[in-house]
């Protein structure tokens, strides 16, 4: 059973940047697609961006030229850089597989707010 472990959240003011990373246990990590998702208070949670196997990524519109996601398949390690925050972002952020295949991890919060 693959476990999540999500770290780099924070309180970030408008316009800043965090750097999310979710490290994985197991080695099968390379072999699948990765997401990072997110869920708002009182909102379902949403896929913000997603990184294949080889590295070919896609982004929700609304992340879109804000975000970069990565992995690192050595480390079964996958990050999201966030730049030019918004308040909108505030969110418990996590990592699964796309589609979510593993058990969900304790998320790691990013608030964005002055």
């Known amino acids: 059973q693959v476990q999540l472990v999500e770290s780099g959240g924070g309180l970030v003011q408008p316009g800043g940047s965090l750097r999310l990373s979710c490290a994985a246990s197991?080695?099968?990590?390379?072999?699948?697609?990765m997401g990072w998702y997110r869920q708002a208070p009182g909102k379902q949670r949403e896929l913000v961006a997603a990184?294949?196997?080889?590295?070919?990524?896609n982004y929700a519109d609304s992340v879109k030229g804000r975000f970069t996601i990565s992995r690192d398949n050595a480390e079964n390690t996958v990050y999201l850089q966030m730049n030019s925050l918004k308040p909108e972002d505030t969110a418990v952020y996590y990592c699964?597989?796309?589609?979510?295949?593993?058990?969900w991890g304790q998320g790691t919060q990013v608030t964005v707010s002055s």
């Open positions: 197991g080695n099968i990590f390379s072999i699948y697609t």
């Open positions: 699964n597989a796309k589609p979510a295949l593993f058990r």
């Open positions: 990184t294949t196997s080889g590295g070919t990524t």
